[in-house]
């Protein structure tokens, strides 16, 4: 009942900047935590942003600084702006939402995710 669709991708140069989006269906923001995801080409999926149960967010060491992830609950619409992109930022990148405190390894809804390449 829950889905999620990623947007804003694309090719984009060294120190560029592009905003993802993540819109989900429903009131969800009210009951689960949602956060950025990206998985490279023959790597593991790893936390790129994420807002927690506690009410923070938290980053990626690699990404402090660059990335910055918010919500427009009015429009059920989760964002990732990213900044000073570098080409080890290539990847496609997942929003996924789950219950407070649950796994994102193994709980909640993936969308279909959206290519982001970083190069010259």
């Known amino acids: 009942q829950v889905q999620l669709v990623e947007s804003g991708g694309g090719l984009v140069q060294p120190g560029g900047s592009l905003r993802l989006s993540c819109a989900a269906s429903?009131?969800?923001?009210?009951?689960?935590?949602v956060g950025w995801y990206r998985q490279a080409p023959e790597k593991q999926r790893e936390l790129v942003a994420t807002f927690t149960g506690l009410g923070t967010t938290d980053y990626a060491d690699s990404v402090k600084g660059r990335f910055t992830i918010s919500r427009d609950s009015a429009k059920n619409t989760v964002y990732l702006q990213m900044n000073n992109l570098k080409p080890e930022d290539t990847a496609v990148y997942y929003c996924n939402a789950r219950p407070p405190f649950a796994d994102w390894r193994s709980a909640g809804h993936w969308g279909q995710g959206t290519q982001v390449t970083v190069s010259s």
């Open positions: 429903g009131n969800i923001f009210r009951f689960n935590v």
